[in-house]
């Protein structure tokens, strides 16, 4: 069954912004810990952006502080990515990702996460 479903990668210029969206169609939304990983050409899966929808605390990797957003909207039970200033090393697969309980916070890793959507493309030009 899916669980989590992301939309709207695609192309953008360097320095641009994207919104990226993950709907969560059947797992409880709230309390949850849900996060963005992605995975440029060549290398490894790395979670960039965490959300506790239960506290609504927030936590990033230190590649994308300042310039990604993480977001929740319980009542479209969506999360979000908004992502500003582009560089071209963001270009990578980008991942939604769940877990079932504990902490929300940049140390986690892939294999903390249980429940992955599918990915969504996004290519950054220079």
């Known amino acids: 069954q899916v669980h989590l479903v992301e939309s709207g990668g695609g192309s953008v210029q360097v320095g641009g912004s994207l919104r990226l969206s993950c709907t969560v169609p059947t797992l409880a939304f709230t309390p949850r810990c849900f996060a963005w990983f992605r995975q440029p050409p060549g290398k490894e899966r790395e979670g960039i952006a965490y959300?506790?929808?239960?506290?609504?605390?927030?936590d990033y990797a230190d590649s994308v502080k300042g310039r990604f957003t993480i977001s929740g909207d319980s009542a479209k039970k969506a999360i979000y990515l908004d992502m500003t200033n582009v560089k071209y090393e963001d270009t990578a697969t980008y991942y939604c990702?769940?877990?079932?309980?504990?902490?929300?916070?940049?140390?986690?890793?892939?294999?903390?996460?249980?429940?992955w959507g599918q990915g969504t493309q996004v290519t950054v030009s220079s």
């Open positions: 959300i506790h929808t239960g506290g609504g605390t927030t």
């Open positions: 990702a769940a877990r079932g309980g504990g902490s929300c916070v940049r140390r986690l890793s892939r294999d903390d996460f249980g429940f």
